[in-house]
Protein backbone atom coordinates (compact mmCIF):
# COMPACT_ATOMS: atom_id res chain seq x y z
CA UNK A 1 0.00 0.00 0.00
CA UNK A 2 1.74 3.46 -1.37
CA UNK A 3 1.91 5.97 1.36
CA UNK A 4 -1.49 7.67 -0.48
CA UNK A 5 -3.54 5.27 0.15
CA UNK A 6 -2.83 4.95 3.65
CA UNK A 7 -3.29 8.30 3.97
CA UNK A 8 -6.89 7.43 2.83
CA UNK A 9 -7.28 4.82 4.45
CA UNK A 10 -6.39 6.20 7.97
CA UNK A 11 -8.00 9.42 8.03
CA UNK A 12 -10.76 8.75 5.46
CA UNK A 13 -13.01 11.84 5.04
CA UNK A 14 -10.89 13.49 8.03
CA UNK A 15 -7.76 14.85 5.81
CA UNK A 16 -8.67 18.22 5.68
CA UNK A 17 -6.74 20.85 6.08
CA UNK A 18 -6.75 21.03 10.23
CA UNK A 19 -5.56 16.83 9.43
CA UNK A 20 -2.07 18.38 8.57
CA UNK A 21 -2.04 20.49 12.01
CA UNK A 22 -2.70 17.53 14.13
CA UNK A 23 -0.25 15.78 16.15
CA UNK A 24 -2.33 12.30 15.79
CA UNK A 25 -2.09 12.64 11.85
CA UNK A 26 1.26 11.74 11.74
CA UNK A 27 1.20 9.17 15.07
CA UNK A 28 -1.23 7.44 12.65
CA UNK A 29 0.29 7.58 9.84
CA UNK A 30 4.04 6.70 11.16
CA UNK A 31 2.57 4.19 13.15
CA UNK A 32 0.72 2.68 9.67
CA UNK A 33 4.10 3.15 8.29
CA UNK A 34 6.42 1.59 10.41
CA UNK A 35 3.88 -1.60 10.50
CA UNK A 36 4.53 -2.18 6.99
CA UNK A 37 8.10 -2.46 7.28
CA UNK A 38 8.80 -5.92 5.71
CA UNK A 39 6.25 -5.17 2.78
CA UNK A 40 8.51 -2.68 1.15
CA UNK A 41 10.76 -3.55 -1.40
CA UNK A 42 13.31 -1.38 -0.44
CA UNK A 43 13.75 -0.40 3.11
CA UNK A 44 15.63 2.49 2.28
CA UNK A 45 12.16 3.69 1.01
CA UNK A 46 10.94 2.44 4.26
CA UNK A 47 13.47 4.86 6.22
CA UNK A 48 13.00 7.76 3.75
CA UNK A 49 9.53 7.93 3.97
CA UNK A 50 9.81 8.00 7.87
CA UNK A 51 11.96 10.69 7.92
CA UNK A 52 9.81 12.69 5.54
CA UNK A 53 7.02 12.13 7.83
CA UNK A 54 8.85 13.46 10.54
CA UNK A 55 9.84 16.20 8.84
CA UNK A 56 6.20 17.13 7.80
CA UNK A 57 5.05 17.10 11.12
CA UNK A 58 7.83 19.49 12.11
CA UNK A 59 6.78 21.66 9.53
CA UNK A 60 3.13 21.46 9.70
CA UNK A 61 2.99 21.19 13.78
CA UNK A 62 5.65 24.23 13.85
CA UNK A 63 8.15 21.99 15.88
CA UNK A 64 10.98 25.25 14.97
CA UNK A 65 11.19 27.83 12.19
CA UNK A 66 10.00 26.84 8.92
CA UNK A 67 11.82 28.55 5.90
CA UNK A 68 10.65 27.93 2.51
CA UNK A 69 13.13 27.43 -0.22
CA UNK A 70 12.98 26.36 -3.79
CA UNK A 71 15.17 23.37 -4.76
CA UNK A 72 18.49 24.89 -5.89
CA UNK A 73 18.87 26.91 -2.73
CA UNK A 74 21.67 24.98 -0.53
CA UNK A 75 19.89 23.56 2.29
CA UNK A 76 22.92 22.82 4.05
CA UNK A 77 22.56 26.27 5.23
CA UNK A 78 18.83 25.66 6.82
CA UNK A 79 19.95 22.17 8.74
CA UNK A 80 23.02 24.60 9.78
CA UNK A 81 20.93 26.89 11.24
CA UNK A 82 18.60 24.09 13.01
CA UNK A 83 15.44 25.57 10.74
CA UNK A 84 12.72 23.31 9.46
CA UNK A 85 13.29 23.77 5.38
CA UNK A 86 10.07 23.60 3.74
CA UNK A 87 10.77 23.13 -0.57
CA UNK A 88 7.36 23.85 -1.66
CA UNK A 89 7.81 22.40 -5.19
CA UNK A 90 8.45 18.85 -3.29
CA UNK A 91 5.28 19.05 -1.59
CA UNK A 92 3.18 20.02 -4.54
CA UNK A 93 4.48 16.27 -5.23
CA UNK A 94 2.95 14.99 -2.16
CA UNK A 95 -0.36 17.06 -2.98
CA UNK A 96 -0.75 15.68 -6.09
CA UNK A 97 -0.47 11.96 -4.42
CA UNK A 98 -2.94 13.49 -2.39
CA UNK A 99 -5.53 13.75 -4.87
CA UNK A 100 -5.69 17.68 -3.60
CA UNK A 101 -3.92 18.98 -7.36
CA UNK A 102 -6.80 19.78 -9.26
CA UNK A 103 -8.19 22.17 -6.09
CA UNK A 104 -5.00 23.66 -5.51
CA UNK A 105 -4.50 24.39 -9.30
CA UNK A 106 -8.22 25.59 -10.18
CA UNK A 107 -7.55 28.09 -6.72
CA UNK A 108 -4.03 29.49 -8.47
CA UNK A 109 -5.78 30.22 -11.93
CA UNK A 110 -8.49 32.11 -10.15
CA UNK A 111 -6.08 33.75 -8.52
CA UNK A 112 -5.28 34.93 -11.98
CA UNK A 113 -1.59 32.76 -11.30
CA UNK A 114 -0.75 32.43 -15.39
CA UNK A 115 -1.36 29.10 -16.82
CA UNK A 116 2.32 29.45 -18.42
CA UNK A 117 4.20 29.38 -14.87
CA UNK A 118 5.61 25.88 -14.30
CA UNK A 119 3.09 23.81 -12.39
CA UNK A 120 4.78 23.02 -9.19
CA UNK A 121 4.45 26.52 -7.97
CA UNK A 122 1.06 27.13 -9.35
CA UNK A 123 -0.11 23.83 -7.40
CA UNK A 124 2.14 25.32 -4.61
CA UNK A 125 0.26 29.11 -4.71
CA UNK A 126 -3.35 27.15 -4.37
CA UNK A 127 -1.90 24.86 -1.39
CA UNK A 128 -0.65 27.73 0.37
CA UNK A 129 -3.79 29.94 0.04
CA UNK A 130 -5.96 26.90 0.49
CA UNK A 131 -4.11 26.52 4.05
CA UNK A 132 -2.85 23.56 3.17
CA UNK A 133 1.11 24.43 3.48
CA UNK A 134 2.87 25.08 7.39
CA UNK A 135 3.38 29.39 6.77
CA UNK A 136 6.79 30.43 6.32
CA UNK A 137 8.93 32.38 8.97
CA UNK A 138 10.96 33.30 6.29
CA UNK A 139 11.95 32.33 2.54
CA UNK A 140 15.11 31.85 0.76
CA UNK A 141 15.48 30.91 -2.65
CA UNK A 142 18.26 30.83 -5.58
CA UNK A 143 18.16 32.08 -9.19
CA UNK A 144 19.78 29.81 -10.92
CA UNK A 145 17.98 27.31 -12.99
CA UNK A 146 14.47 28.05 -12.59
CA UNK A 147 12.80 31.32 -13.51
CA UNK A 148 9.46 30.83 -11.93
CA UNK A 149 10.62 30.22 -8.34
CA UNK A 150 12.37 33.63 -7.33
CA UNK A 151 8.42 35.56 -8.87
CA UNK A 152 6.69 32.55 -6.70
CA UNK A 153 8.56 32.65 -3.37
CA UNK A 154 8.98 36.39 -3.50
CA UNK A 155 5.18 36.82 -3.29
CA UNK A 156 4.82 33.86 -0.55
CA UNK A 157 7.04 35.73 1.70
CA UNK A 158 4.50 39.28 0.65
CA UNK A 159 1.60 37.21 1.21
CA UNK A 160 2.80 35.68 4.95
CA UNK A 161 4.50 38.90 5.81
CA UNK A 162 7.29 37.32 6.09
CA UNK A 163 11.45 38.08 5.22
CA UNK A 164 12.89 36.77 1.45
CA UNK A 165 16.21 36.10 0.63
CA UNK A 166 17.16 35.85 -2.58
CA UNK A 167 20.54 34.39 -3.92
CA UNK A 168 21.56 36.05 -6.96
CA UNK A 169 23.44 33.50 -8.86
CA UNK A 170 25.61 34.39 -11.99
CA UNK A 171 25.96 32.39 -15.39
CA UNK A 172 30.08 32.94 -15.00
CA UNK A 173 31.68 30.39 -13.05
CA UNK A 174 34.81 32.60 -12.35
CA UNK A 175 36.84 33.80 -9.06
CA UNK A 176 34.66 36.83 -9.01
CA UNK A 177 31.61 34.99 -9.56
CA UNK A 178 32.75 32.25 -6.24
CA UNK A 179 32.99 35.29 -3.84
CA UNK A 180 30.14 37.11 -4.68
CA UNK A 181 27.98 33.95 -4.32
CA UNK A 182 29.52 32.96 -1.11
CA UNK A 183 29.20 36.31 0.42
CA UNK A 184 25.25 36.45 -0.37
CA UNK A 185 25.22 32.59 1.36
CA UNK A 186 27.02 34.17 4.31
CA UNK A 187 25.09 36.84 4.65
CA UNK A 188 21.55 34.99 3.99
CA UNK A 189 22.76 33.07 6.42
CA UNK A 190 23.02 35.64 9.29
CA UNK A 191 19.83 37.70 8.13
CA UNK A 192 18.22 34.09 8.82
CA UNK A 193 19.56 34.00 12.65
CA UNK A 194 18.85 38.06 13.06
CA UNK A 195 15.13 38.03 11.84
CA UNK A 196 14.36 34.10 13.32
CA UNK A 197 16.06 35.00 16.62
CA UNK A 198 18.49 31.81 16.01
CA UNK A 199 21.33 30.75 17.88
CA UNK A 200 24.28 30.37 15.80
CA UNK A 201 26.13 27.33 16.62
CA UNK A 202 28.95 27.36 15.05
CA UNK A 203 29.23 23.47 15.70
CA UNK A 204 26.31 22.45 14.29
CA UNK A 205 26.23 24.56 10.85
CA UNK A 206 29.44 22.64 10.20
CA UNK A 207 27.91 19.05 11.71
CA UNK A 208 25.59 19.91 8.85
CA UNK A 209 28.50 20.68 5.94
CA UNK A 210 30.21 17.32 7.14
CA UNK A 211 26.18 15.32 6.91
CA UNK A 212 25.74 16.83 3.39
CA UNK A 213 29.95 14.98 2.01
CA UNK A 214 28.53 11.95 3.79
CA UNK A 215 25.47 11.90 2.39
CA UNK A 216 27.42 12.98 -1.02
CA UNK A 217 29.76 10.13 -0.58
CA UNK A 218 27.01 7.30 -0.31
CA UNK A 219 24.93 8.76 -3.02
CA UNK A 220 28.05 8.59 -5.44
CA UNK A 221 28.31 4.77 -3.91
CA UNK A 222 24.65 3.91 -4.72
CA UNK A 223 25.54 5.71 -8.59
CA UNK A 224 28.76 3.62 -9.12
CA UNK A 225 26.41 0.63 -8.25
CA UNK A 226 23.82 1.46 -10.89
CA UNK A 227 26.47 1.64 -13.81
CA UNK A 228 26.30 -2.15 -13.28
CA UNK A 229 25.08 -4.35 -15.79
CA UNK A 230 22.33 -5.76 -15.99
CA UNK A 231 20.45 -2.96 -13.52
CA UNK A 232 19.46 -4.24 -10.33
CA UNK A 233 16.69 -1.13 -9.21
CA UNK A 234 14.16 -0.17 -11.72
CA UNK A 235 14.26 3.34 -12.67
CA UNK A 236 10.38 3.73 -11.14
CA UNK A 237 11.99 2.73 -7.87
CA UNK A 238 15.14 4.70 -7.96
CA UNK A 239 13.04 8.12 -8.43
CA UNK A 240 11.54 7.75 -5.11
CA UNK A 241 15.13 8.49 -3.45
CA UNK A 242 15.07 11.85 -5.25
CA UNK A 243 13.95 13.57 -2.29
CA UNK A 244 16.82 14.20 -0.19
CA UNK A 245 18.90 15.89 -3.57
CA UNK A 246 15.97 18.33 -3.32
CA UNK A 247 15.76 18.70 0.17
CA UNK A 248 18.10 16.94 2.40
CA UNK A 249 21.69 17.46 1.97
CA UNK A 250 22.86 18.86 4.98
CA UNK A 251 20.60 15.81 7.47
CA UNK A 252 22.14 13.06 9.15
CA UNK A 253 18.77 11.60 7.43
CA UNK A 254 20.26 11.74 3.77
CA UNK A 255 23.19 10.36 4.86
CA UNK A 256 21.23 7.15 6.52
CA UNK A 257 18.56 6.60 3.84
CA UNK A 258 21.68 6.84 0.65
CA UNK A 259 23.90 3.95 2.95
CA UNK A 260 21.06 2.04 3.34
CA UNK A 261 20.53 2.57 -0.31
CA UNK A 262 23.88 1.19 -1.29
CA UNK A 263 24.17 -1.20 1.03
CA UNK A 264 21.09 -3.12 -0.35
CA UNK A 265 21.99 -2.31 -4.02
CA UNK A 266 25.41 -4.04 -3.13
CA UNK A 267 23.29 -6.99 -1.68
CA UNK A 268 21.11 -7.17 -4.72
CA UNK A 269 23.74 -7.61 -7.12
CA UNK A 270 26.21 -10.04 -5.18
CA UNK A 271 22.79 -11.97 -5.01
CA UNK A 272 22.58 -11.11 -8.93
CA UNK A 273 18.72 -10.07 -8.70
CA UNK A 274 17.75 -8.21 -11.44
CA UNK A 275 15.62 -5.16 -12.03
CA UNK A 276 13.45 -6.92 -14.84
CA UNK A 277 13.33 -10.32 -16.15
CA UNK A 278 15.41 -9.50 -19.14
CA UNK A 279 17.30 -6.03 -19.32
CA UNK A 280 16.86 -5.61 -23.45
CA UNK A 281 17.51 -2.23 -23.24
CA UNK A 282 18.95 1.06 -20.75
CA UNK A 283 18.31 4.33 -20.28
CA UNK A 284 18.96 7.49 -19.08
CA UNK A 285 15.89 10.09 -18.06
CA UNK A 286 15.90 13.54 -17.94
CA UNK A 287 14.62 16.15 -15.83
CA UNK A 288 11.24 14.72 -13.63
CA UNK A 289 8.86 12.48 -13.98
CA UNK A 290 5.54 12.86 -13.39
CA UNK A 291 3.67 11.66 -10.11
CA UNK A 292 0.34 11.04 -10.65
CA UNK A 293 -1.18 7.39 -11.31
CA UNK A 294 0.41 6.76 -15.15
CA UNK A 295 1.86 3.60 -16.92
CA UNK A 296 4.80 5.21 -18.43
CA UNK A 297 7.31 2.95 -16.14
CA UNK A 298 5.45 0.19 -16.12
CA UNK A 299 5.33 0.54 -20.08
CA UNK A 300 9.01 0.90 -20.74
CA UNK A 301 10.27 -1.48 -17.82
CA UNK A 302 7.83 -3.81 -17.31
CA UNK A 303 6.21 -4.65 -20.69
CA UNK A 304 9.44 -4.07 -22.38
CA UNK A 305 12.53 -4.31 -20.50
CA UNK A 306 14.04 -0.87 -21.34
CA UNK A 307 15.02 0.04 -17.43
CA UNK A 308 15.52 3.66 -16.64
CA UNK A 309 19.31 3.22 -15.25
CA UNK A 310 19.68 6.44 -14.10
CA UNK A 311 18.11 9.97 -13.93
CA UNK A 312 19.58 13.47 -14.28
CA UNK A 313 18.57 14.44 -11.23
CA UNK A 314 20.44 11.79 -9.51
CA UNK A 315 24.08 13.35 -10.82
CA UNK A 316 26.56 14.85 -8.47
CA UNK A 317 27.72 17.47 -10.06
CA UNK A 318 29.75 19.01 -7.16
CA UNK A 319 32.52 18.74 -5.21
CA UNK A 320 33.17 18.04 -1.88
CA UNK A 321 32.24 20.52 0.82
CA UNK A 322 35.37 22.21 3.07
CA UNK A 323 33.84 22.12 6.94
CA UNK A 324 36.32 25.11 7.15
CA UNK A 325 35.23 27.47 4.18
CA UNK A 326 30.99 26.40 4.46
CA UNK A 327 30.01 29.74 2.06
CA UNK A 328 32.97 29.73 -0.22
CA UNK A 329 32.33 25.70 -1.03
CA UNK A 330 28.58 25.98 -0.97
CA UNK A 331 29.00 29.01 -3.31
CA UNK A 332 31.27 26.27 -5.51
CA UNK A 333 28.26 23.74 -5.24
CA UNK A 334 25.89 26.00 -6.25
CA UNK A 335 28.20 27.18 -9.44
CA UNK A 336 29.18 23.97 -10.46
CA UNK A 337 25.62 22.33 -11.84
CA UNK A 338 25.56 21.55 -15.09
CA UNK A 339 22.34 23.14 -15.92
CA UNK A 340 24.22 26.40 -15.36
CA UNK A 341 25.56 28.54 -17.65
CA UNK A 342 26.06 27.58 -21.69
CA UNK A 343 24.01 24.64 -22.88
CA UNK A 344 27.51 22.94 -23.27
CA UNK A 345 28.21 22.20 -20.13
CA UNK A 346 24.24 20.10 -19.64
CA UNK A 347 24.80 18.11 -22.69
CA UNK A 348 28.43 17.55 -21.72
CA UNK A 349 27.32 16.22 -18.21
CA UNK A 350 24.30 14.26 -20.25
CA UNK A 351 26.98 12.54 -22.24
CA UNK A 352 28.98 11.16 -19.65
CA UNK A 353 25.90 10.29 -18.04
CA UNK A 354 25.16 7.81 -21.07
CA UNK A 355 28.57 6.72 -21.00
CA UNK A 356 28.95 6.05 -17.43
CA UNK A 357 25.29 4.12 -17.29
CA UNK A 358 25.98 2.56 -20.81
CA UNK A 359 22.68 4.19 -21.80
CA UNK A 360 21.23 3.40 -25.37
CA UNK A 361 18.39 5.75 -25.25
CA UNK A 362 17.70 8.69 -23.92
CA UNK A 363 14.02 10.20 -22.57
CA UNK A 364 13.67 14.05 -21.64
CA UNK A 365 10.22 14.99 -19.95
CA UNK A 366 9.32 18.20 -21.11
CA UNK A 367 7.69 19.20 -17.95
CA UNK A 368 4.86 22.02 -19.12
CA UNK A 369 6.37 25.51 -18.00
CA UNK A 370 9.52 24.33 -17.29
CA UNK A 371 11.61 26.81 -19.66
CA UNK A 372 15.63 25.74 -17.94
CA UNK A 373 14.82 22.58 -18.69
CA UNK A 374 13.38 22.56 -22.43
CA UNK A 375 14.89 25.51 -23.74
CA UNK A 376 17.96 23.72 -25.53
CA UNK A 377 16.63 20.92 -26.37
CA UNK A 378 17.63 20.98 -30.21
CA UNK A 379 21.18 21.38 -29.08
CA UNK A 380 20.98 18.46 -26.57
CA UNK A 381 19.25 16.36 -29.17
CA UNK A 382 21.78 17.27 -31.94
CA UNK A 383 25.00 16.11 -29.65
CA UNK A 384 22.75 12.94 -29.30
CA UNK A 385 22.03 12.47 -32.90
CA UNK A 386 26.00 12.72 -33.58
CA UNK A 387 26.66 9.66 -31.10
CA UNK A 388 23.28 7.70 -32.93
CA UNK A 389 21.90 7.89 -29.75
CA UNK A 390 18.02 7.72 -29.97
CA UNK A 391 16.43 10.47 -28.21
CA UNK A 392 12.65 11.40 -26.82
CA UNK A 393 11.31 14.66 -25.71
CA UNK A 394 8.20 13.75 -23.98
CA UNK A 395 5.77 16.58 -23.52
CA UNK A 396 3.32 16.28 -20.79
CA UNK A 397 3.21 17.92 -16.96
CA UNK A 398 4.88 16.47 -13.64
CA UNK A 399 1.71 17.70 -11.34
CA UNK A 400 -1.40 18.32 -13.35
CA UNK A 401 -3.03 15.35 -14.20
CA UNK A 402 -5.19 16.56 -17.00
CA UNK A 403 -2.47 17.26 -19.51
CA UNK A 404 -2.02 13.58 -19.00
CA UNK A 405 -2.95 11.43 -22.11
CA UNK A 406 -2.61 7.96 -21.55
CA UNK A 407 -2.95 6.74 -25.11
CA UNK A 408 -1.18 9.32 -26.73
CA UNK A 409 1.41 8.45 -24.40
CA UNK A 410 1.86 5.20 -24.68
CA UNK A 411 2.00 5.53 -28.95
CA UNK A 412 4.98 8.16 -28.51
CA UNK A 413 6.82 5.58 -26.59
CA UNK A 414 6.19 2.10 -28.56
CA UNK A 415 7.51 4.17 -31.14
CA UNK A 416 10.77 5.23 -29.64
CA UNK A 417 11.08 1.59 -28.44
CA UNK A 418 10.86 0.25 -31.81
CA UNK A 419 13.90 2.30 -32.54
CA UNK A 420 15.74 0.77 -29.45
CA UNK A 421 14.96 -2.34 -29.45
S1 LIG B 1 10.07 22.15 -13.10
FE1 LIG B 1 11.38 23.77 -13.92
S2 LIG B 1 10.17 25.66 -13.72
FE2 LIG B 1 9.23 24.09 -12.42
S3 LIG B 1 10.11 24.36 -10.38
FE3 LIG B 1 11.38 22.84 -11.43
S4 LIG B 1 13.00 24.02 -12.42
FE4 LIG B 1 11.40 25.47 -11.85
Known amino acids: MDIYQLLHSHLGNALRRRAFKSPWTYRILRQAVAAQKKHYPWQAAHRLLLNTIDQTAAAFLQKGPVVWHNVFFPVEILYG ?168 FGAATSVEVYGQLAAELGRRYREQRRAVPEEKARLLWLHLR ?54 SRRIAAILSMVDAYKAGGVIHFAHWGCRQSTAGLRLLQDALREREIPFLNLEGDCVDQSKYAPGATRTRLEGFLETLL
Request: with cysteine; glycine share 6%.
Open 81 to 248: LGAIPFAPEAAAVVATGLGIGGEALRRAESDWVSSEACSFHRLAHGCDREGYFPPPGAVVCSSHLCDTAPQSLATVAAYHEVPFYLLDVPHRQDAAALNYVARQLKSITFSLVASLSLEWEGERFQEAIVHSNAARERLLAVNRLRQQHPACIRGEEAHSFIYPMLAG
Open 290 to 343: PYYPNTIFHLLEQEAGAVVVFEEMSHVYWQPLDPERPFYSLARKVLSHHGLGPM
